[in-house]
């Protein structure tokens, strides 16, 4: 028995689909797949699935990571991908399978690209500037319900802005963004735009994870 | 809409998954490789229409066809309605984002007298003419079918065409006829005629009705060669019918989210209240074998780790201990759980107890219906209090400690006593868990009982009888809860003011369409739904139509009287619901149709229950 990390892609109309909605369908997925998964004891078996780190609805993401543990160890992580590949739905697409390096627990940053519709002329560098602040607040939800003010400013390891054009589009501001992730720390972007207050329209697409070190998460 | 735009908009609404389509196993095609493009239409929200076994099973069917491509189209919520008109996006189906008012067939399921004013809605945001007299293209065809198809009347003027029975053949019978039409040049009149002529398709346009002074019905005349008589279909031989290889599997949440087997189709018993024991009968049961080779497929294609197996009255199928017991050996192998709805509490053996116990323990539901000897007997519910309480002591001694019990109110010949009797019954159970020598230490019992209101519905033995009023209905109510003595005893009942709709429309006329659409106009839509039902509006309306609703709802008919549905056949004679019917008011029962035939008329199929050996 071993653990395989399962690194996919998600897209299209997989946005739509919630964490909770990914778990469900995984289940069914790897169990569809035939890949020679371990259950859970107890009554209500199922799966053994993880997630490295949710992802929000609406969002998409070129660097999603689920783990399973695999039984039998004759059944090759290349196996494992070409089963998976066989039943993925539209949207999702497998990367790669590999053994696990980490524990999910040593996530430590998201980095987003983040691509704003046409705004107002000084939209980048109001962004720019809003960014740059030395400390951002804003009230999150504490875990017994209670509003708490917290900082968001030292949950950004670093952003940069750029503009692009393009004939479909048009013009578009894109912002990459490398946030806090995973535990106590975890920071949404749409918490931190939300306190930027109105921006024009914009679409996330979480690029990568990292760990402590920001090496690439594997 | 370019995509981009309309993901946005989904993103303002709630629970957006529901819009997006792109499901497991949902079905895309090359729009310019088919030739008929068919809307499946659920009229209620995605959750509860993914949930339901008739639509899995006419999508995988089209679309097993090269030429069809079937889509699902479900009543967007209202949020998302609004959404919608302000940025005027037509109803769409989910496969393709198109709109479906470019489709040929827009077809809906009439699940329930609810969900009329949703038709509406839909046909409405679909950007297509309401009325059927006002679409006078050959495409759309809006068609619909379903257990409400069995009194179509209400909706007459909406529809193109009924289906009526069970569709797999008669759908795509005029599938075919359509494209061949079309082919031809031919227009919607030309269509509609023909369309008539094949057995199990009702076109109410070919039929006048005239009506006596008195409202009641005085003739319904055929014209341009229809049928004076519109037979139902059924599937005659069910281990060669069509079933699914697999189901669409929903990314959010829905109601059901299962697997789910069919293993027979009708009902054995015959509960005079019940339509859907008559208008599906005779019963036609699958083999062990194809249940689980069935059962197997789904499974494995969808990843569902639970089956529920689907019928009327699930421990009247002949063989089914043999068929759990082999179940139960694939679902141990496979770890699928198999749940088992819609139990019935007369033949549930001990031996099956432990079986279901094995399979899935969550609580036991009982259906007795109504709370006295008598009474049950009036309704023909063959089950008696001694056969509930062994039963449910069975049960108890099996470790459960809570049971769920549904019955009716408003039943015919129902008084008081019967009311109370709902209360002691109730008791009797509860005082039948404190009796047992071994009970569990510290462990409370639970009973919970769940009333709903009799509607007395077409092609039942009681599609005579009146329905009592909202006030009555609540009168009862306040009876039942003051019988109630004990804490142990938890109850709830159903809104009487949806039943009372309810009651309108399951034996309406043509003269209920104008009310049906003037209410819709005036914001009447998801009546089943607490948060949008209001019966101020309808009674607003009923008012401005002049439509007197007593004369639908509490009304006695008389045998004689001619019913909008009488030039409907569901194999069930008139001649037998009235026997019926007479037998009820003297309280005599009916044995069910293992027992000895009742000769309701249903051995005109010449298949099913009627041929076995007795
Ligand atoms: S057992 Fe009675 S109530 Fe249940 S489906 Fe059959 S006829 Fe209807
Ligand atoms: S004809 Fe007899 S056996 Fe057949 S469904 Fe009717 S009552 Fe039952």
């Known amino acids: 028995m071993r653990n395989v990390r399962v690194f996919f892609t998600k897209h299209g109309r997989m946005k739509f689909a919630s964490h909770l909605d990914m778990n469900r369908l995984m289940t069914r997925i790897i169990r569809?797949?035939?890949?020679?998964?371990?259950y859970t004891e107890g009554f209500n078996q199922h799966p053994y699935i993880?997630?490295?780190?949710?992802?929000?609805?609406?969002?998409?993401?070129?660097?999603?990571?689920?783990?399973?543990?695999?039984?039998?160890?004759?059944?090759?992580?290349?196996?494992?991908?070409?089963?998976?590949?066989?039943?993925?739905?539209?949207?999702?697409?497998?990367?790669?399978?590999?053994?696990?390096?980490?524990?999910?627990?040593?996530?430590?940053?998201?980095?987003?690209?983040?691509?704003?519709?046409?705004?107002?002329?000084?939209?980048?560098?109001?962004?720019?500037?809003?960014?740059?602040?030395?400390?951002?607040?804003?009230?999150?939800?504490?875990?017994?319900?209670?509003?708490?003010?917290?900082d968001m400013a030292p949950c950004i390891k670093r952003f940069s802005i750029s503009k692009r054009f393009s004939a479909e589009e048009g013009e578009s501001v894109v912002l990459n963004l490398v946030l806090s992730a995973?535990?106590?720390?975890?920071?949404?972007?749409?918490?931190?735009?939300?306190?930027?207050g109105e921006t024009p329209y914009y679409t996330v697409c979480r690029k990568m994870i990292y760990d402590s070190a920001m090496e690439c998460f594997k | 809409m370019d995509n981009k735009e309309f993901e946005k908009l989904l993103?303002?609404?709630?629970?957006?998954?529901?819009?997006?389509?792109?499901?497991?196993?949902?079905?895309?095609?090359?729009?310019?490789?088919?030739?008929?493009?068919?809307?499946?239409?659920?009229?209620?929200?995605?959750?509860?229409?993914?949930?339901?076994?008739?639509?899995?099973?006419?999508?995988?069917?089209?679309?097993?066809?090269?030429?069809?491509?079937?889509?699902?189209?479900?009543?967007?919520?209202?949020?998302?309605?609004?959404?919608?008109?302000?940025?005027?996006?037509?109803?769409?189906?989910?496969?393709?984002?198109?709109?479906?008012?470019?489709?040929?067939?827009?077809?809906?399921?009439?699940?329930?007298?609810?969900?009329?004013?949703?038709?509406?809605?839909?046909?409405?945001?679909?950007?297509?003419?309401?009325?059927?007299?006002?679409?006078?293209?050959?495409?759309?065809?809006?068609?619909?079918?379903?257990?409400?198809?069995?009194?179509?009347?209400?909706?007459?003027?909406?529809?193109?065409?009924?289906?009526?029975?069970?569709?797999?053949?008669?759908d795509l019978e005029v599938i075919d006829l359509y494209k061949k039409i079309k082919a031809e040049g031919g227009d919607k009149q030309v269509f509609l005629r023909a369309a008539a002529q094949i057995e199990g398709v009702y076109v109410p346009s070919l039929y006048d009705v005239e009506y006596y002074v008195d409202g009641t019905i005085k003739s319904i005349t055929p014209k341009d060669g229809a049928p004076a008589v519109v037979n139902k279909?059924?599937?005659?031989?069910?281990?060669?019918?069509?079933?699914?290889?697999?189901?669409?599997?929903?990314?959010?949440?829905?109601?059901?989210?299962?697997?789910?087997?069919?293993?027979?189709?009708?009902?054995?018993?015959?509960?005079?209240?019940?339509?859907?024991?008559?208008?599906?009968?005779?019963?036609?049961?699958?083999?062990?074998?194809?249940?689980?080779?069935?059962?197997?497929?789904?499974?494995?294609?969808?990843?569902?780790?639970?089956?529920?197996?689907?019928?009327?009255?699930?421990?009247?199928?002949?063989?089914?201990?043999?068929l759990l017991s082999r179940m139960i050996e694939w679902s141990e192998k496979d770890k699928v759980s198999i749940s088992l709805p819609s139990l019935r509490i007369d033949n549930f053996s001990t031996e099956l107890?432990?079986?279901?116990?094995?399979?899935?323990?969550?609580?036991?539901?009982?259906?007795?219906?109504?709370g006295t000897q008598r009474l049950r007997d009036v309704i023909n519910k063959n089950v008696t209090e001694e056969e509930i309480l062994r039963t449910c002591l069975t049960a108890f001694e099996g470790g459960y400690t809570s049971v769920k019990l549904y019955f009716m109110i408003g039943l015919p010949t129902e008084t008081d006593e019967d009311i109370v009797g709902i209360a002691e019954l109730g008791q009797k159970i509860v005082n039948s868990f404190y009796s047992m020598p071994n009970k569990?230490?510290?462990?409370?019992?639970?009973?919970?009982?769940?009333?709903?209101?009799?509607?007395?519905?077409?092609?039942?033995?009681?599609?005579?009888?009146?329905?009592?009023?909202?006030?009555?209905?609540?009168?009862?109510?306040?009876?039942?809860?003051?019988?109630?003595?004990?804490?142990?005893?938890?109850?709830?009942?159903?809104?009487?003011?949806?039943?009372?709709?309810?009651g309108i429309f399951s034996r309406g006329d043509r003269n209920l369409c104008k009310a049906i659409e003037e209410a819709y106009l005036n914001g009447c839509k998801f009546d089943g739904w607490n948060e949008c039902f209001s019966l101020e509006r309808w009674m607003e309306t009923f008012e401005k139509c002049g439509i007197n609703t007593a004369f639908y709802a509490n009304r006695e008919r008389e045998y004689e009287e001619i019913l909008p549905w009488d030039h409907l056949n569901y194999g069930v004679t008139k001649r037998f619901l009235t026997r019926e019917n007479l037998k009820a008011h003297g309280e005599a029962t009916t044995p069910n149709c293992r027992e000895q035939c009742a000769g309701c008329g249903a051995n005109c199929y010449g298949e099913g229950v009627c041929f076995e050996k007795r």
């Open chain 1, 32 to 38: 569809r797949s035939g890949v020679p998964i371990w």
């Open chain 1, 50 to 150: 993880t997630f490295a780190l949710p992802l929000s609805l609406g969002f998409t993401s070129d660097y999603e990571i689920m783990d399973i543990r695999v039984i039998d160890d004759e059944f090759t992580n290349e196996q494992v991908k070409a089963a998976l590949e066989k039943v993925f739905p539209d949207g999702l697409v497998v990367t790669a399978v590999e053994n696990m390096v980490l524990k999910t627990g040593e996530v430590a940053f998201a980095e987003f690209a983040i691509t704003f519709k046409e705004g107002e002329k000084d939209f980048a560098e109001r962004l720019n500037a809003f960014l740059s602040q030395e400390s951002i607040l804003t009230e999150k939800k504490t875990k017994k319900g209670k509003m708490k003010e917290i």
């Open chain 1, 182 to 196: 995973g535990g106590e720390n975890n920071l949404n972007p749409t918490l931190l735009l939300a306190a930027f």
């Open chain 2, 11 to 170: 993103l303002s609404v709630q629970k957006p998954g529901r819009y997006a389509g792109g499901e497991l196993n949902s079905i895309i095609k090359d729009k310019e490789k088919v030739d008929v493009r068919f809307a499946f239409c659920f009229p209620d929200t995605y959750e509860i229409g993914m949930s339901h076994l008739g639509m899995k099973i006419l999508y995988s069917l089209f679309n097993e066809r090269e030429d069809i491509w079937c889509e699902r189209v479900f009543n967007p919520w209202i949020d998302f309605q609004e959404v919608m008109r302000e940025n005027n996006i037509p109803l769409f189906a989910l496969e393709s984002r198109d709109p479906i008012k470019d489709f040929d067939f827009i077809g809906f399921t009439l699940q329930y007298e609810l969900s009329y004013t949703n038709v509406l809605n839909m046909l409405d945001l679909a950007g297509v003419p309401l009325r059927s007299a006002d679409r006078k293209d050959l495409s759309p065809i809006v068609v619909a079918g379903g257990p409400c198809a069995c009194n179509p009347e209400p909706m007459a003027d909406f529809i193109d065409l009924f289906f009526l029975g069970e569709g797999e053949e008669v």
């Open chain 2, 233 to 322: 279909r059924i599937m005659r031989d069910m281990d060669k019918s069509f079933y699914p290889e697999t189901f669409v599997v929903p990314t959010t949440e829905i109601v059901h989210d299962r697997a789910v087997q069919e293993i027979y189709r009708g009902c054995i018993r015959g509960c005079r209240f019940c339509q859907a024991g008559f208008i599906y009968r005779p019963v036609r049961e699958k083999s062990v074998d194809t249940i689980l080779s069935q059962a197997k497929s789904l499974c494995d294609t969808t990843g569902y780790d639970e089956i529920s197996l689907s019928s009327l009255s699930t421990s009247d199928y002949r063989q089914i201990q043999t």
């Open chain 2, 353 to 370: 107890l432990e079986k279901i116990q094995y399979i899935r323990k969550s609580g036991l539901t009982f259906a007795p219906e109504a």
């Open chain 2, 440 to 502: 569990p230490k510290y462990k409370s019992v639970n009973v919970s009982i769940s009333v709903s209101t009799f509607v007395p519905k077409p092609f039942t033995p009681f599609q005579y009888e009146p329905q009592i009023t909202v006030d009555e209905i609540r009168r009862k109510h306040d009876l039942l809860r003051n019988s109630i003595k004990t804490k142990k005893i938890s109850l709830s009942y159903h809104d009487s003011s949806t039943s009372f709709l309810e």
